[in-house]
């Protein structure tokens, strides 16, 4: 079974832990097995690369590195960032902002 993560793709956070703290993004990827995300733009590393084609450069390029998803807090529009609740509208359920009842 899956573990059910309240963050989503595309969703924007802000890192609340390590050296790229204060820093927003929106979310790349969901690494769900290993409770991780990727932040566009932030926890860059070096990486080796290797040539690929005659074109293709290769050497050392940064990359975005996977994020712990407890390093990362969804950012609501009025209040920053926050934790994420859910409200019942009929039949769906909706991400709610705790701090104010917006809809994420």
Known sequence: MQ????IR????????AGKDKGKRGAVVRVI????????????????????RSQQDRG???EVEAAI????????????GPTRIGYKLDGDKKIRVCRKCGDTL
């Open 3 to 6: 573990k059910k993560f309240k």
């Open 9 to 16: 793709k595309e969703d924007t956070v802000e890192i609340i």
């Open 32 to 51: 769900r097995d290993k409770d991780r995300v990727i932040v566009s733009g932030c926890n860059l590393v070096k990486k080796a690369m290797k040539k």
């Open 59 to 61: 050497g050392i390029v």
């Open 68 to 79: 712990h998803i407890s390093n990362v807090a969804i950012v609501c529009k009025k209040c």
